[in-house]
């Protein structure tokens, strides 16, 4: 595809400040979105996908101007949708359309379907009442619903029917864009492939540009030509879906690929050991790669001679201290230590070892020696001392330095110091990724 952009979204940041006080001091900042460039091409369905909170939904939001954004840009056919006035912001909403997720909140349960597919075309001065009929007939035999079901009420309809009549809605004014926030994940199985297959033939049929939201990458898969995958408010990788899917570089696209059950009976989910399972607060995001707390290739420091397995183990220990802990004691006692001797835990540095797998003696000199002073000063309630003997040894070039986003494999940017020609990553990530099917 050669054509210009339909869409094109670039830095778009959406910041949201926290407040303190009756003064309302800002204390500190949301990065709900923080930086996401992409694009929609004609006719293309692009996916924006990512775990729940990760800021696609905002970032839909905000390039609609539904929440205005804190920086960036965005062109829509060429116009800067950030500067239009009102009439403009009118006329571009017209082009592109949003359709919600759950069809049961979308409609007004007095209101006749006929009358809620109307209303845009009210909203947008079309006052002849027999031509808004004739359109929102199309618009439902369009969705496959039959024009007599205009005079009935919402309640009337199942869940996926209901979604059906909110894409109707979404296109009575003709749209050229249509943002689809996770518009199948409140159905259940078939209703869900039906509604996708819809939009799939209306893609189609009218040549529209899709972007769609979802958390679910085996639905984006089978729907999208490119997708991006977000992270903490940030795209990590983008490319076409093939592409991606098969060959995932980026390891966090490789965990979302490997905790989607393959389609094959045959073939069993690989499980990713990572240093810790939680999604940061968008309020506090890590330093360096956002995902360094939960990557399980975080690199280690060039002179650190330790297996894959062994380095991972030191480093969960490192970020377990890092937690919010009151002092060591607390620390220590919420373990998950199992008694080595007799029948209740005594947190001694060999159960303390043995809950992070670390073996009595790691290979690497350096590492065993900060590893034993770290739990030597745990020991002895001094968390401070615990964290920093371990935060000397091995700090990541990944918790130091934030990786950008490279255009190395052309259409493939990916933000991992393993691509970046400077950094000492190995591109062999180890994590097991796979997702079968068609
Ligand atoms: S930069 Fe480091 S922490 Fe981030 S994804 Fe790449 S290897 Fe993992």
Redesign the pocket.
Known sequence: MTENPLLEVENLEKHYPITEGLLRRQVGTVRAVDGVTFEVRPGEAFGLVGESGCGKSTTAHSLLRLEEPTGGDVLFDGEDVLACDTDELRRFRRRAQLVLQDPNSAFNPRQTVGDAVAEPLRVHGLDDAETRRRVVDDALERVGLDGADADSYPHEFSGGEKQRISIARALVLNPDLIVADEPVSALDGRTKADVLDLLDDLQDEFGLSVLLISHDIDMVRRFCDRIGVMYLGQI?EQGPTADVIENPL???TQMLISSVPSLDPHASSAVVETPSDELPDASDVPS?????P??????PPADVTLSREQWLDVVSLRFYLEDDWADARSARQSLPVTPTNGDSPTNSAAEIRAAFDLPATLPDEGVEDAVTGAIDALETDDLEAARQRLAEAIT????R?S?ELTDEHASRPV??????PD?P?DRE?GIEHSIGGD
Request: net charge positive.
């Open positions: 990590v980026h390891p966090y360096g790669c956002r995902f360094h939960r990557c399980p290739a975080i690199i990541s070039v990944c918790e330095e990786p933000a991992c110091h393993r691509y970046d950094k990553g990530t």
